[in-house]
T-cell receptor, first 111, second 113 residues
């Protein structure tokens, strides 16, 4: 699976949009971009995934650049409960299908 | 969404004893389950891939004789930490795959004294 690069930490004010970047310059054509988050001492929670089109669900939006070398996860109205470590993962859906986690971004939402 | 449970959520054991952790997919069948370990302030590290009815596939550096994995049914995988030592104290997380999605359990905190 391709490696990803994320900022170690970010801060965001409550109620504002949180934009979390991820670089995956070596992504291959059949690799998807997945986002998970982990709240302290809990298992990871799936947020969203995409291949090349932008995606939106009830939790977040995923913006993938046209060359697919980077993406941004957007939490439109961050709340204190969104404080967590966010992991960007690229991987192939077929085959081994194991998710390999990088270091992620520690997002802190401030009141 | 699909639910994965783990039992126990916390366990404290003495050095040299063995501990079994269960991972269950509650509302779906999972032919493949994964076991991760997470040390404080670190990311999740994949330990092994567990396939129902066959031997687990371990990641490089993970001792298969120390971390025994059994995936006897489509809804249950177990991880047994044998002869546990304090350095095995960690947060163990399982996940189960349904079609192309992977769902995670809440984790088990193991403390070896």
């Amino acid at each position: 699976d391709a490696k990803t690069t994320q900022p170690t930490s970010m801060d965001c004010a409550e109620g504002r949009a949180a934009n979390l970047p991820c670089n995956h310059s070596t992504i291959s054509g059949n690799e998807y971009v997945y986002w998970y988050r982990q709240i302290h001492s809990q298992g990871p929670q799936y947020i969203i995934h995409g291949l090349k089109n932008n995606e939106t669900n009830e939790m977040a939006s995923l913006i993938i650049t046209e060359d697919r070398k980077s993406s941004t996860l957007i939490l439109p109205h961050a709340t204190l409960r969104d404080t967590a470590v966010y992991y960007c993962i690229v991987h192939i859906i077929q085959g081994a299908q194991k998710l390999v986690f990088g270091q992620g971004t520690r997002l802190t939402i401030n009141p | 969404g699909a639910v994965v449970s783990q039992h126990p959520s916390r366990v404290i054991c003495k050095s040299g004893t063995s501990v079994k952790i269960e991972c269950r997919s509650l509302d779906f069948q999972a032919t493949t389950m994964f076991w991760y370990r997470q040390f404080p302030k670190q990311s999740l590290m994949l330990m092994a891939t567990s396939n129902e009815g066959s031997k687990a596939t371990y990641e490089q550096g993970v001792e298969k004789d120390k971390f025994l994995i059994n995936h006897a049914s489509l809804t249950l995988s177990t991880l047994t930490v044998t002869s546990a030592h304090p350095e095995d104290s960690s947060f163990y997380i399982c996940s189960a795959r349904e079609v192309n999605e992977q769902y995670f359990g809440p984790g088990t905190r193991l403390t070896v004294t």
